[in-house]
């Protein structure tokens, strides 16, 4: 059986924060920071403090991250959730597109193995375009085109070492693509938002659920069990692999992150993914915590989200629910074929955590209509 490379043994950023000391107080990662919070206190403190945690101005290196809804005390604004209305649009979208994407590969390269990273593009582009803008079909598919343009084009700038300068290929490449989706917007009539804010909310909206689709589909591919309750899988997804796995703060002042120290001024990382393997947040053997098991679901003594897979505080996800049901979806029609890995699964840590590659196929017996 094909398997996922194990988080646990992962190297890099992702190795350092899942086996720095769990103290219950801050643990420094380095001798000036970052600093990261390791018990769910503190970490939801971290989150829902911003006068004291502040939200960092440039999360995608590419200026404002956040938008619209009240000033923080950084001067960013925030995101209003949106409405069932918005989600009941987006995953109607998300379903006919899903559809439509099986097809399309299926009649482009029949038999060869589908790329769950490519495959989830456009259903989870034009659907959250279509949730978070109501406009005609066109226009609502040249948005998407021109908000994967300029999230790809983003990847460059944040996955470098250091900052790419002002005027490198990289940068001037991302402004180019940012400035077409945000003249594509302008052009919109009743937009919800600034089209800036538009824009960053919809790149938002659509790297994530990607990646966390992708991670979903790579689970269910290597699970061999019968039947899974699909909302269960989901939460399951999100707590071994969360695409957000660290998010960061600074401190505006000196604080006291359970016994310890930090100075002002200093980065705090909380994660999602080191939370989601507290023993003490998740129902079943404590052995077994890295292990996938939705079933694990079903006792409901605890609390599936309590390890903050779409943060909380102000900046909490507005999205949220139009990410779960787009997730609960795939989930589903995932349950009703035989999903099968065609090769290993590897882990991309270049922004946020993705599947990659992540390659399956359909076994003869499932099919899809
Ligand atoms: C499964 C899917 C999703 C996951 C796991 C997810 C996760 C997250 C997390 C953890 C944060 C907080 C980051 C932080 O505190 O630094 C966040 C913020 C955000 N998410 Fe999502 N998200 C998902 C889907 C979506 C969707 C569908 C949308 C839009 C339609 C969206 C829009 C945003 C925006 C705009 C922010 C920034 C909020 C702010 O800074 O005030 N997300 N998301």
Known sequence: MMHLDSVESAGGRLGAVLSAPRSGAAVALDRHGPWLVT??????????????????GDVSRSGDLSSSRGETRSGHV??????????????DVFSSEWDAALRDHDSRAPGTAYDAMLLLR????????????????????RVADLTLGWIDALAPVISA?????????????????????????SAVTGLPAPSEQVATMLA??????????????????????????????VWETLRLTPPTWVTARITTEPVDLGGTEVPAGRVVLVSPLLLG?????????????????PA???????RPGAWLPFGAGPHACPGRTLGMAQLVHLATWAGQHRLRLSEQVGIDQSRGIAPLPCRFTIDA?????
Do not use: C, M, N, Y
């Open 122 to 141: 456009q259903p989870v582009a034009r659907s959250t375009v279509g949730a978070v803008l109501d406009t005609d079909v066109g226009t609502r598919d």
């Open 204 to 233: 938002a909206g659509v790297q994530v659920p990607i990646a966390a689709g992708a991670w979903l589909l790579a689970w269910l591919a290597a699970d061999t069990s019968d039947s899974v309750d699909p909302v269960h899988a």
């Open 78 to 91: 925030l995101f209003a959730p949106l409405t069932p209305d918005q989600v009941a649009r987006g995953v």
């Open 365 to 369: 017996w499932g099919g899809h209509a």
């Open 39 to 56: 018990t769910p206190v503190l970490a939801r403190r971290v989150l829902t403090e911003p006068g004291r945690f502040d939200f960092p």
């Open 161 to 185: 070492h250091r900052p790419p300068g002002r005027w490198s290929r990289a940068r001037r490449r991302e402004r180019r693509a940012r400035f077409a989706l945000d003249d594509a917007l």
């Open 277 to 293: 393997r507290l023993t003490e947040l998740v129902p079943g053997d404590p052995e077994l915590v890295a292990g996938f098991d």
């Open 296 to 302: 694990r679901w079903e006792d409901t003594t605890k």
